[in-house]
Nanobody, 111 residues
């Protein structure tokens, strides 16, 4: 069955960096579009970044220039490099493929 397993979250100071990973299995990764979403306490889940099977990317305005989504088809993994993190980036980050979701990884930005 489809599995999406996120990792790499944690506590980081404002201005710091984290790289999230999402290891995928149970489907042909290289032909699927992938995305990262996040959900902060009391807020709706929102799209952070997406990457097509061909490598085209799109980003939420709030993260443009700070976050980079990428994929490694050989490892069936999608990444989210997050730089210049802000307190507003605090959320649970989820990996998504079609209607499949991972369990999420917590990112907390705080001094």
């Amino acid at each position: 069955q489809v599995r999406l397993v996120e990792s790499g979250g944690g506590l980081v100071q404002p201005g710091g960096s984290l790289r999230l990973s999402c290891a995928a299995s149970g489907f042909t990764f290289r032909i699927n579009d992938m995305a990262w979403y996040r959900q902060a306490p009391g807020k709706q889940r929102e799209l952070v970044a997406g990457i097509t099977s061909g490598g085209r990317t799109n980003y939420a305005d709030s993260v443009k220039g700070r976050f980079t989504i990428s994929r490694d088809n050989g490892k069936s993994t999608v990444y989210l490099q997050m730089n210049s993190l802000k307190a507003d980036d605090t959320a649970v980050y989820y990996c998504k493929r079609r209607d499949n979701w991972g369990q999420g990884t917590q990112v907390t930005v705080s001094s």
